[in-house]
């Protein structure tokens, strides 16, 4: 069976601290992807990042960065100088694959983090 | 291209009664999929489909019914509404190959009295 968890129920922070996203997950795959999705107020789940299971880099996209790591089971999502537009809930997910990489798309999230940026 | 869409995008239900929440992609996605997000639970798999004709179960299977007639719709059936099912509820699609990016819906905000 996959978890996912992700331990920081609640995380608030001021305007500009860097803020870390915690997830670990659990898997007897030896393919398959990981995600991260932002669910601000108004509700709808916004794709942030994909990663496969052979990819190991880092990815760095604007103030967003992640940090994939097979040996600890973990993919934490860092917002660096955060802004009060980041504030949302967080869930990192994951999906098996099979060994061409296919995956058939169910994926299990974890609980999600609420983080609020006050101004 | 409206990618996915969901109908009603909220309702209220007395116990016992019946009804379909809706799902439509324009997208020619193979794979769809029914989500519940629950407080401090995330989103768990009600349903999913791989096509037109094949549906299984997900993680949460009990009191919802499903079926795929053709590739852009896939309704999701409550048969006698319970308040446990007082939920918001996602659709999903996406393609099956590698580059899997799941297209959510906006949700439907059920509520079970």
């Known amino acids: 069976a996959q978890k996912v968890t992700q331990a920081q129920t609640e995380i608030s922070v001021v305007e500009k601290e860097d803020v870390t996203l915690d997830c670990v997950y659990e898997?007897?795959?030896?393919?398959?992807?990981l995600f991260w999705y932002k669910q601000p107020p108004s509700g709808e789940l916004v794709f942030l990042i994909r990663?496969?299971?052979?990819?190991?880099q880092n990815e760095i996209s604007g103030r967003y960065s992640w940090n994939f790591q097979k040996s600890t089971s973990s993919f934490n999502f860092t917002i660096t100088a955060s802004q009060v537009v980041d504030s949302a809930v967080y869930f990192c997910?994951?999906?098996?694959?099979?060994?061409?990489?296919?995956?058939?798309?169910?994926?299990?999230f974890g609980q999600g983090t609420i983080l609020t940026v006050h101004p | 291209n409206a990618g996915v869409t969901q109908t009603p995008k909220f309702q209220v239900l007395k116990t016992g009664q019946s009804m379909t929440l809706q799902c439509a992609q324009d997208?020619?996605?193979?794979?769809m999929s029914w989500y519940r997000q629950d407080p401090g639970m995330g989103l768990r798999l009600i349903h999913y489909?791989?096509?037109?004709?094949?549906?299984d179960q997900g993680e949460v299977p009990n009191g919802y019914n499903v079926s795929r007639s053709t590739t852009e719709d896939f309704p999701l059936r409550l048969l006698s509404a319970a308040p446990s099912q007082t939920s918001v509820y996602f659709c999903?699609?996406?393609?099956?190959?590698?580059?899997?990016?799941?297209?959510f819906g906006p949700g439907t905000r059920l509520t079970v009295l």
């Open positions: 999903a699609s996406s393609y099956f190959v590698s580059n899997n990016e799941q297209f």
């Open positions: 898997t007897r795959d030896t393919t398959y992807y």
């Open positions: 990663r496969n299971s052979f990819d190991e």
């Open positions: 997910a994951l999906s098996a694959a099979d060994a061409g990489g296919t995956s058939y798309g169910k994926l299990t």
């Open positions: 997208m020619n996605h193979e794979y």
């Open positions: 489909s791989v096509g037109a004709g094949i549906t």
